[in-house]
């Protein structure tokens, strides 16, 4: 998968989403990776919410870590991915534990994301962005933004059903 390239000039258009959303969106964006935060398009769970806030292989470790560091204070009591994990961990530690140890999805992580004390977590990722005035006959065209594409899914889910 090939990196967007993005006008000069564009402006991003920032959506604050919980962090399981985040991952989503990132896991979206390419393959998922193991042992690293990002590298090109591929992501590990964590890396995935780095890359939908718009951070890439330059400064990916130090700023998805500040914006996982929320996940560094809550606790679960035991990994979810066997019944032989019985440590008690920070939710950050789980996610890269059940990513990196039991290879379990991003899209799995974030779901199990939603059902700790870390649910309410969010960030703000890159939606879109917004066109200099110019780039086409009418400024402020939107680059298509994760919403759309989701429900672009949606919708081509809906036609191929019927």
């Given at each position: 998968m090939s990196k967007r390239k993005i006008p000069a000039g564009a402006t991003p258009i920032k959506l604050?989403?919980?962090?399981?959303?985040?991952?989503?969106?990132?896991?979206?964006?390419?393959?998922?990776?193991?042992?690293?935060?990002?590298?090109?398009?591929?992501?590990?769970?964590?890396?995935?919410?780095?890359?939908?806030?718009?951070?890439?292989?330059?400064?990916?470790?130090e700023d998805t870590g500040i914006a996982a560091a929320r996940l560094n204070k809550r606790y679960v009591e035991k990994c979810p991915g066997t019944a032989t994990c019985h440590e008690g961990y920070t939710v950050?530690?789980?996610?890269?534990?059940?990513?990196?140890?039991?290879?379990?999805?991003?899209?799995?992580?974030?779901?199990?994301?939603?059902t700790t004390a870390a649910h309410d977590a969010t960030v703000e990722i890159i939606a879109g962005y917004e066109l200099p005035e110019g780039y086409f006959p009418k400024p402020a065209i939107?680059?298509?933004?994760?919403?759309?594409?989701?429900?672009?899914?949606?919708?081509?889910?809906?036609?191929?059903?019927?």
């Open positions: 604050r989403v919980s962090f399981p959303e985040a991952m989503r969106a990132g896991a979206r964006l390419g393959r998922k990776l193991n042992g690293s935060y990002i590298a090109g398009n591929s992501s590990c769970a964590l890396g995935a919410v780095g890359l939908a806030m718009g951070f890439g292989d330059n400064n990916s470790n950050q530690s789980t996610v890269i534990h059940l990513n990196d140890n039991h290879r379990w999805s991003r899209e799995r992580i974030a779901d199990w994301l939603e939107i680059i298509e933004s994760v919403a759309d594409v989701i429900a672009r899914s949606r919708d081509l889910a809906a036609v191929i059903k019927e």
